[in-house]
Every structure is written in C-alpha cells, then in structure tokens.
C-alpha cells in the first residue's frame, strides 16, 4: 500500500508570494491533517479535513488555509508568504481523524522563503 | 489547550543499553497516546501508541507506560541499536476537540 505522499519536496518562494502543497493520502483514508514543523515551535497543528469538511483547526493566521477533494487529496495554501513560514509541511492522513485512528505522515514539503 | 512536555531533549545510549523518554500531559481529557520516530529527511513514522484504558503496551523491544492519575507516559527501547538512532515524538489526543499535540522531541543517539 503506497504510503502519504506529498508534493512538491521543496519549494524556494519570495516574500508576498503564494503557494500551495499537494497531498494524497493512504488509499481508504478520509481524513488529512496538516502540521508546520520548525526547529523552534516544534509540530504545530494547521488544520484537519475529513470527507472535504475543515474539522478541527489549529491557531494560525488566516493566511493559512486548506481544502479537500472528494478522491480525500487535500491541498494547503499559505498567501502574502513571510520569512517565518519557513518551515516543513507535514500531511498525515488516518482512517476517520480523531476516534483513535492513528496518524500516517507524509516525508513533507520543505519551504523556504526568501 | 492540550500542552505534552517531553524530557529529555536530548539523550546518548551506549549501544546495547536502554533509553527511556518521558512525557507529561496537561488535559485530563486526553485519551489516545502514541509515539513517533522521525528520521533526517523523513516525516514521523508512529511506532507505536497507547490508549488510555491500558496501562502498558509492548512491541518487541519497544514498551509504553502510562499513568493516568499523574498524567505521564514513557517511552522504553530496549537493547538499543544503531538504527534507533533519531528523534522521537510523543504526543496526546484530547477527546473533547480529538486535536493531537506532540512533545517537542528528544533526540536519541546510539554509541556504538
């Protein structure tokens, strides 16, 4: 069974710019979380789809925004780009969400913003 | 919110040895409790995990405890090898809001 994947690997943007990450998830699973990961803040939560519904959301700007398809892909776009979104992007998807489903994480999309 | 703290933040092994990780947790509500190994260039792989109705879990020479009652979790690895080498995560999923929030890792070297 293939695994998360999440695409681009790395991304190289300019301040004010926008962008946008891919993900598919595991085959099956209907739900995908998103997660910023830094040296500093560690994993912190963006938000989380389940059957193309925003479910839960973590404390981020509004900058910061995702959608779900009806195949469960799920996309995550970040406008007007700072140098403190550097960051890697890490998608995980699991059967239902919460109710004990475990997390399946992606290798992530690292971005760098100049 | 949910806050998991994590000790240490960095730990060396000899080879051979075992290595212990802790974690506290703040929302008594918290009731699903796994662990994850990332390595460089990869995203976290969960090795394992613990709900909160089970005191203990064991996967060959990977063991979880948890304390309900002084809200703590731990990580064991026994017979530590070279490619336990990596940082681990824990983290806890509170089932009011199902959000789940990691410790801030610890870095695990083994010594050969």
């Known amino acids: 069974k293939a695994g998360v994947t999440q695409t681009p690997r790395y991304l190289i943007k300019t301040r004010g710019q926008q962008v946008t990450l891919s993900c598919s998830p595991i085959s099956g699973h209907r739900s995908v979380s998103w997660y910023q990961q830094t040296p500093g803040q560690g994993l912190q939560f963006l938000f989380e789809y389940f059957s193309e519904t925003q479910r839960n959301k973590g404390n981020f700007p509004g900058r910061f925004s995702g959608r779900q398809f009806s195949n469960s892909r799920s996309e995550m776009n970040v406008s007007t780009l700072e140098l403190g979104d550097s960051a890697l992007y890490l998608c995980?998807?699991?059967?239902?969400?919460?109710?004990?489903?475990?997390?399946?994480f992606g290798n992530g999309t690292r971005l760098t913003v100049t | 919110g949910e806050n998991v703290e994590q000790h240490p933040s960095t730990l060396s092994v000899q080879e051979g040895d075992s290595a212990v990780i802790k974690c506290t947790y703040s929302d008594s509500a918290s009731n699903y409790f796994p662990w994850y190994k990332q390595e460089l260039g990869k995203g976290p792989q969960l090795i394992i995990d613990i709900r909160s109705n089970v005191g203990e879990k064991k996967d060959q020479r990977i063991a979880v405890t948890l304390n309900k009652t002084a809200k703590h979790f731990s990580l064991h690895i026994t017979e530590t090898q070279p490619e336990d080498s990596a940082v681990y995560f824990c983290a806890a999923r509170s089932s009011l809001n199902e959000k789940l929030t990691f410790g801030t890792g610890t870095r695990l070297t083994i010594i050969p």
């Open positions: 995980a998807s699991s059967l239902a969400g919460g109710r004990g489903s475990p997390l399946h």
